[in-house]
């Protein structure tokens, strides 16, 4: 059952990149709304061949800049090459819906939902709130069913989109699932682990401190600064031939192994994405197997996935452990669903309940900062945990992507989205009280 692009049209049983899915979509003074930035509006990509002026294409300034990533989001490899994460060949397991009427009805009362954005005067529908934040794909579970679909832009119900640094979540799923299980040990140092990490930064980092990003190590993720690290990092994973006067580093892991030391590890929660490719390369040692194998063999095969997912490589063909997963909507539904029920779904335990319960307690708090609009937060096993009354905890991307769990409500909440700027800063005003306000509305239903 689903809302299309265009609204309740009918009810039916029935979505970074390795080279610039951190970027910052070049942001205008104004920038064109969301229904005026629709992929479809604009007509990217619509013809045979398409107007010069409506094509996109590599390099990534082009086809990750706003308006185009709108589209871009939903078609990543069209410009860049993927390992898959295999459903396998079972059927999926249906999710659970009301009735038709009762779903079209708890949708009109969803979207007419009213909250105070954070610092704001006036109220927000939760519909304005979707359209404010340049939502491509919602969907809400509630108790086990879902309660309300919809999608827009780019997104079908049968496509997929770049979950963007999502992807860290599932990394550091998966190293929790193995320390519970004694596969990774969290107490030994990262040289331990992978001896040839050499003299970076990371070798006297513990595993744990990767996980929880705790690590004193020399990264700077300014996206707006074209001298910034995220950009020489970019330039290393890029699967795209190197300039033949290029000398840097080769692929994801030859990177991390010439990372300087910035502070001490352990001081303080920093938020840097090469801990989650560290982190990826120890799952894969320990285990054998790249994350996109272990993420199917231990997640999309076994909790039902409708479809596949797929992970960007590096030219080295190791997959982006840090942002490049991209996959549909309900199958992240049902990985939410899955870290709700603590490691269960579909009447099946597909991991231990404590690597729920390590995640839901949160990192300590005392060395989070820097993010006003998450001010009682903490962040443990690359999850962010709010600490908020509800005992809520997201995987979280740029441009809006995340997958919400409220135990207390018993609510699963997955947005998709392509705001014009990364920084998740500029959305949750206008998007954590959507999801108190929900929340509150279905413990009442």
Not at 62 to 69: C, D, G, Q
Not at 233 to 261: F, M, N, T
Not at 356 to 378: C, H, R, W, Y
Not at 394 to 402: F, I, K, L, Y
Request: charge should be negative; hydrophobic fraction near 40%.
């Amino acid at each position: 059952m689903i809302f299309s692009r265009n609204g309740l049209t009918g009810l039916a049983l029935g979505a970074a990149v390795a080279v610039g899915a951190a970027t910052v979509a070049s942001a205008q003074s104004a920038p064109l709304s969301a229904q005026e930035s629709d992929p479809n509006v604009m007509g990217w990509m619509q013809g045979f061949p398409p107007p010069a002026d409506k094509l996109i294409t590599q390099p990534d300034s082009n086809y990750f800049s706003f308006p185009k990533l709108r589209w871009s989001v939903c078609h990543l490899r069209e410009f860049l090459p993927t390992e898959e994460i295999s459903r396998g060949v079972g059927a999926p397991v249906p999710l659970d819906y009301p009735t038709p009427a009762e779903f079209a009805n708890l949708a009109r009362q969803i979207d007419a939902l009213t909250f105070m954005p954070m610092n704001g005067d006036t109220p927000m529908t939760w519909e304005q709130s979707l359209y404010a934040n340049y939502t491509d794909g919602m969907l809400i579970m509630h108790k086990g069913e879902v309660v309300y679909e919809r999608y827009f832009g780019c997104l079908e119900e049968d496509g997929k989109h770049a979950i963007m640094s999502m992807t860290k979540s599932i990394t550091g799923l998966l190293g929790e699932i193995l320390v519970a299980e004694g596969v990774l040990d969290d107490t030994l140092l990262v040289r331990d682990v992978i001896p040839e990490i050499g003299d970076s930064a990371f070798a006297t980092a513990t595993v744990r401190q990767v996980m929880d990003m705790t690590t004193g190590v020399q990264y700077s993720e300014n996206y707006s600064d074209p001298n910034a690290d995220i950009w020489v990092y970019s330039r290393a994973a890029s699967p795209l031939p190197k300039p033949e006067d290029y000398e840097g580093p080769d692929g994801y892991w030859e990177y991390l192994q010439q990372v300087k030391p910035d502070g001490n590890h352990g001081d303080a929660f920093h938020y840097k994405t090469i801990n989650s490719d560290m982190l990826g390369w120890m799952i894969s040692r320990v285990t054998g197997k790249a994350v996109t194998d272990l993420a199917s063999e231990r997640l999309w095969r076994r909790m039902g996935a409708e479809m596949d997912a797929y992970q960007t490589v590096d030219g080295k063909g190791v997959p982006f452990a840090g942002g490049g997963v991209t996959a549909g909507l309900r199958d992240l539904a049902r990985l939410g669903q899955l870290m709700l029920n603590g490691g269960e779904i579909n009447g099946e335990r597909l991991f231990p309940a404590e690597v729920v319960e390590t995640i839901a307690a949160g990192g300590d708090q005392s060395k989070f900062g820097g993010f006003a609009t998450i001010p009682n937060g903490s962040y443990t096993s690359q999850w962010w945990v709010f600490h908020n009354d509800h005992g809520a905890y997201a995987a979280r991307g740029v441009h809006g992507q995340t997958i919400y769990v409220d135990p207390t409500a018993e609510m699963v909440l997955v947005r998709l989205a392509s705001f014009p700027q990364a920084q998740n800063g500029f959305i949750d005003p206008t998007s954590l009280p959507a999801y108190q306000a929900v929340a509150e509305f279905l413990m009442e239903r």
